[in-house]
């Protein structure tokens, strides 16, 4: 099956510093990738789209320079949470669509980043 | 009013029980329909997928669709304690637009 991996699992940062996450799809190529958030008891927070070679498209409310985007690769997408907050801790979530795939509509997602900012 | 609508539980069974998840949503142009399984502090992970109205079947697993009526539905038969998670339905109407997720129902298996 698909799996899409995600590193750092868990950060603890300090205030002011930023975070980078990796998003990778291991078994298969992603054109689309998309980043999530998620607190507690609440719904995926969808926060950008990003397509392989070209800039990610960011959800209303979400601040495209603070959360860094790049997706490099048909396999590779990094968020940077730049000068992170203590109101930036959160769940991350990014997930992958398989560009070969039968649906264009299933996500595969990873297993997430737990981010807390001291 | 929100997109997706989905009751958060919690809700608790005994094993071996027979579980009916729902959502209902307000989107006429939404086609596709996913349940995802999300264990706690995990990524969610996709159990079943559906397009346009019917049902689906796959194992212990039941998705059922009715457009007519905007809901859907999960069924698990013979639930086991494996299965306490929370369980996500999402949507969308297809040719690449965003997925809407509900906020997740809250299942726990009581061995």
């Known amino acids: 099956g698909a799996v899409v991996s995600q590193h750092p699992s868990r950060v603890i940062c300090k205030s002011g510093t930023s975070v980078k996450i990796e998003c990778r799809s291991l078994d298969f190529q992603a054109t689309t990738m998309f980043w999530y958030r998620q607190f507690p008891k609440q719904s995926l927070m969808l926060m950008a789209t990003?397509?392989?070679?070209?800039?990610?498209?960011?959800e209303q409310g979400v601040e495209k320079d603070k959360f860094l985007i790049n997706h490099a690769s048909l396999t590779l997408s990094t968020l940077t949470v730049t000068s992170a907050h203590p109101e930036d801790s959160s769940f991350y979530i990014c997930?992958?669509?398989?560009?070969?795939?039968?649906?264009?509509?299933?996500?595969?997602f990873g297993p997430g980043t737990r981010l807390t900012v001291l | 009013q929100k997109e997706v609508e989905q009751d958060p539980g919690p809700l608790s069974v005994p094993e071996g029980a027979i579980v009916s998840l729902n959502c209902t949503y307000s989107n006429s142009a939404f086609q596709y329909f996913m349940w995802y399984r999300q264990y706690s502090r995990k990524g969610p992970e996709l159990l079943m997928y559906?397009?346009?109205?019917g049902n689906k079947e796959d194992g212990r697993f039941t998705a059922q669709v009715d457009k007519s009526s905007k809901y859907i539905s999960l069924f698990i038969r013979d639930s086991q304690p494996s299965d306490s998670a929370t369980y996500l339905c999402a949507m969308s109407s297809g040719g690449y637009q965003k997925v809407t997720f509900g906020i997740g129902t809250k299942l726990q298996v009581i061995p």
């Open positions: 990003s397509n392989e070679g070209s800039k990610a498209t960011y």
């Open positions: 559906t397009y346009s109205s």
């Open positions: 997930s992958a669509r398989d560009r070969t795939g039968a649906s264009t509509d299933t996500q595969y």
